[in-house]
């Protein structure tokens, strides 16, 4: 069975900085492009970052970029989302999930991990 | 960036009832690269369809995707009351992903 297991979240200053984790299992981590997607209160879904397979291939959506930098450990099946400058913006659950393959949806996600932004 | 609007913003129909849901892009879109999630309060978005019209892993034949091009739809035939819910539709574009503001189905 696929379990994404998140963790990292918490209430954080403007400005400071957070470290989200994604504890993987159940499948083949290395071979698989990651991503994480995050829901502010009461809004849609945004997509932030992805990471292929090796880690060589970084990805981010312009909303974050130079803030955040997305890196895996594939020898502990964990994927991870470095946040800096954080903003009260940045405020929202946030998801990691597997890519399935080349048609890039999303097939398992994790439960969520909430990060907050407030002084 | 491909913006993809989702259409109405919320529906209120009844168990029963057939729920019609629109998802158009921006700019054309391929059929592969257009997936439908479901999500219930509290809970993290569940893959409904992929490639536009196919189903994924367990989920009922009441639920259907067509659509190409800008214009892509989710149908669900007969309204059950554990599909009451937010829809979201998502596109990939080479290394880039972006999702339509969701459509909440509500109970009549």
């Known amino acids: 069975e696929v379990q994404l297991l998140e963790s990292g979240g918490g209430l954080v200053q403007p400005g400071g900085s957070l470290r989200l984790s994604c504890t993987a299992s159940?499948?083949?981590?290395?071979?698989?492009?990651m991503t994480w997607v995050r829901q502010a209160p009461g809004k849609g879904l945004e997509w932030v970052s992805g990471?292929?397979?090796?880690?060589?291939?970084?990805y981010y959506a312009d909303s974050v970029k130079g803030r955040v930098t997305i890196s895996r450990d594939n020898s502990k099946n964990t994927l991870f989302l470095q946040m800096n400058s954080l903003r009260a913006e940045d405020t929202a659950v946030y998801y990691c999930?597997?890519?399935?393959?080349?048609?890039?949806?999303?097939?398992?996600w994790g439960q969520g991990t909430l990060v907050t932004v407030s002084s | 960036e491909i913006v993809l609007t989702q259409s109405p913003g919320t529906l209120s129909l009844s168990p029963g009832e057939r729920a019609t849901l629109s998802c158009r892009a921006s700019?054309?879109?391929?059929?592969?690269?257009l997936a439908w999630y479901q999500q219930k309060p509290g809970q993290a978005p569940r893959l409904l369809i992929y490639?536009?019209?196919s189903r994924a892993t367990g989920i009922p034949d009441r639920f259907s995707g067509s659509g190409s091009g800008t214009d892509f739809t989710l149908t669900i035939s007969r309204l059950e009351p554990d599909d009451f819910a937010v829809y979201h539709c998502?596109?990939?574009?080479?290394?880039?992903?972006?999702f339509g503001q969701g459509t909440k189905v509500e109970i009549k």
């Open positions: 999930a597997t890519v399935a393959g080349m048609q890039g949806h999303f097939d398992y």
């Open positions: 490639s536009a019209s």
């Open positions: 998502q596109q990939y574009g080479y290394l880039t992903w972006t």
């Open positions: 990471v292929s397979g090796s880690g060589g291939g970084t």
């Open positions: 159940g499948f083949t981590f290395s071979t698989y492009v």
């Open positions: 700019q054309s879109v391929s059929s592969t690269y």
